[in-house]
Each structure stands twice: as C-alpha cells, then as structure tokens.
C-alpha cells in the first residue's frame, strides 16, 4: 500500500496525487508509467510517471476523473492509501543526444509532457514546451510548465488563454519562424498525437508520440495494449508507449480505443447489488 502525501485538484475533474513509493522513485525515468489499483477488486489503471523525487521517495500521478475507478481514486484523500502501485513499466522516452526539441501536450496529455521538457530543460537541450486546452478553466500544470522548458506556448480552443486555435497552429509557426528542431514529442489525444504527425511529415522533423490504447495487466500478457506501428504489432506496455509517430495507424488507435465506451458509460453509473456502491 502507497500512503498518498498531497492531493491536489489541478481543475475540476483532474487530480494531482503524490505518493510514497520510493522503490519506484528509485528507478522511475520519463515516460515511464504505473499500474494503480484501488481496493483489493479494484481494476487495474495505467497512469504515467508526472514526476518523481528520488530523495524523497515519492512519485506524482495525475488523472481525470471519467470513469468509475478513476473516481474512486479521485475520492482518496492525504493520509489515505492506495491499495496497489507497481512500476515503473514501460521504456523510458529517449531523451539524450538532440539538438533542441519541441514537446507537445494536449489537455491532461501535458501532465506527461512535463517530465519530457523537464528532464530535457535540466540537461542542457534547449526545449520549447507547446500546451494545448480546449479554454483557460482547465489548464494544468502551467507555471510547472514554464520551469521546465526555455519557452512556453499556451493555446486555447476558444481563445480564452494564449492563442487562438491549435497546438499544431503554434508548432507550424516555430517551425517556419526556423526553430530548427531536429525532434518533435507529442502527447495528448490521439487526434492531436496525429495531426502533430502529419505536420511534422511534411518538415521530415523525427516525432515521438506516447500512446494510450487500452491496457490491462501493463507487462505484455493480455495483448489487449496492441497497436500496429510500420505495419508490424507492438504492445504498448513492454515496447512503448513511445512510438514513431510517422509510422503509428492511428485510425486503428482510435477505434479500438472506442471499443467500449458504451460499457465504461454503464460502469460509471452501476450500482453493485452486493456492495452497495458505484
């Protein structure tokens, strides 16, 4: 069991933990990932690694509260226990040896975009960090963000904070501005993972993109994290979730990613007879 130390609400329906977990700390890399698990039936969660003290021992995990264990995670407190975390899991984001690098996040995709420009900002490689959000109510992270890179971007849907438009109208401009990245990160939802793609195709500009397939036991087993990346399978959990996003079938993605929206709907709002609870 993890003894939760902060919680913090970063909007209204995204929570920031952070965590006593220091053999995970020990070990934890960006981009690297974790099974939550709440209460001994709880279902299985993958969260990514938002940051980690190795001193401390602690890790941080930031989730949106839209399903029924997500939830259930969201109504823990300080001083609560998370009944299981186990990690790291997943190859670490290579991060070494670029010039500069454009990272791009989108909506609570930016609570994994941090630790990239963090890790990157702290080593050396000049790093410009573009955030987007459907409006300024539910930006997160933002003066983290601004640390952890050399310049921040903001975007906004509606124009509320920022710019006007899209992650991708921002990277355009850097990139025809001559920002001379010779590597673009991009994680969010998966529409934005490929419209970051196809923009960088047309530049030839190397893109990372971190995915987010549906995933049970995170160590390669049940299959069900499979993604078709250059035409071959790969699982998302032992050989991601960095891929290259020029080679990623994200029209695939997006399907099996819907695959049962209808079930998580009805598990949201069930009520178990035996229990009592949601």
Known sequence: MNLILEKRELNQ??????????????????????????????????????????????????????????????????????????????????????????????????????PQAKYLHENGTPVDLIAGFRSKDIIILEEEMRAASDRLFLATDDGSNGCKGFVTDLLRQQIEAGADYDRVIAIGPVPMMRAVSNLTREYNIPTTVSLNPIMIDGTGMCGGCRVTVGGKVKFACVDGPDFDGHEVDFDELMKRNGSYRAQEAEKKEHVCRLLGVK
Do not use: H, W
């Open 13 to 114: 329906t995204t929570t920031l933990l952070r965590l006593q977990a220091p053999e995970i700390a020990a070990k934890a890399l960006p981009g690297q990932f974790v099974i939550v698990r709440t209460g001994e039936m709880g279902e299985r969660i993958p969260l990514t690694i938002e940051d980690y003290d190795r001193a401390a021992g602690t890790i941080q995990i930031v989730f949106q509260k839209v399903g029924a264990s997500t939830m259930l995670l969201g109504q823990l407190n300080e001083g609560d226990f998370v009944t299981d975390v186990a990690g790291p899991l997943g190859v670490a984001t290579k991060l070494d040896g670029y010039r500069k690098v454009a990272v791009v996040g989108g909506g609570v995709g930016c609570a994994i975009a941090y």
